[in-house]
């Protein structure tokens, strides 16, 4: 598998990019999965159903499946930090490429995505995990680079992009173990 992070400060567009990188490599006939990094608690259970009912009465772990999708919810007695190679070891083998989304300080290859409207500093002068920018404008970057400049506009480019650089983002989780 393929694993590639976008990095970059909140509202600079790396869910907007994900969301149109996903059916531009889909169409490339690749499978795509997700991690996503999660600031606040959320919830993917509602009260009322089954499964939210296990989880009020103590289950671990509940696992809901239909010939559809497949969901886990895991509940922590105390709060922990997964890494994202924790959370890469959860998705399915047969995979081709992982899109990691809010883990701007981890030690994977990364896109920074970075707005010229940015409020905060770009990433990439200080992050040697850092390979490409994608940016709305190359011209408006507040430090030259020699980093290949992706438009953020067109997802397709990333997409291909990526896959012409592919044999970088080979996944090696024994390196991370």
Not at 19 to 46: M, T
Not at 53 to 58: C, D, E, F, L
């Amino acid at each position: 598998m393929k694993v590639v992070a976008l990095a970059g400060f909140s509202g600079s567009g790396k869910t907007t990019l994900v969301e149109r990188l996903i059916p531009a490599l889909q169409l490339r006939g690749l499978r795509v999965s997700v991690v996503k990094h999660a600031h606040h608690n959320f919830d993917i259970d509602h009260a009322g159903k089954d499964t939210f009912r296990h989880r009020q009465a103590g289950a671990f772990e509940v696992v809901v499946a239909s010939d559809q999708r497949l969901a886990l919810m895991r509940e922590f007695e105390q709060p922990v930090q997964l890494s994202v190679h924790q959370l890469i070891a959860e998705l399915y083998a047969g995979v081709d490429w992982v899109l990691v989304e809010g883990f701007k300080d981890c030690d994977l290859l990364k896109l920074e995505v970075w707005r010229s409207h940015a409020v905060k500093p770009a990433l990439y002068p200080d992050d040697d995990f850092i390979v490409a920018i994608v940016t709305d404008s190359a011209t408006a970057l507040p430090q030259r680079t020699g980093l290949p400049l992706l438009d953020l506009n067109d997802a397709d480019a990333v997409a291909a992009w990526l896959v012409a650089n592919e044999g970088r983002f080979d996944y090696r989780p024994e390196i991370f173990a």
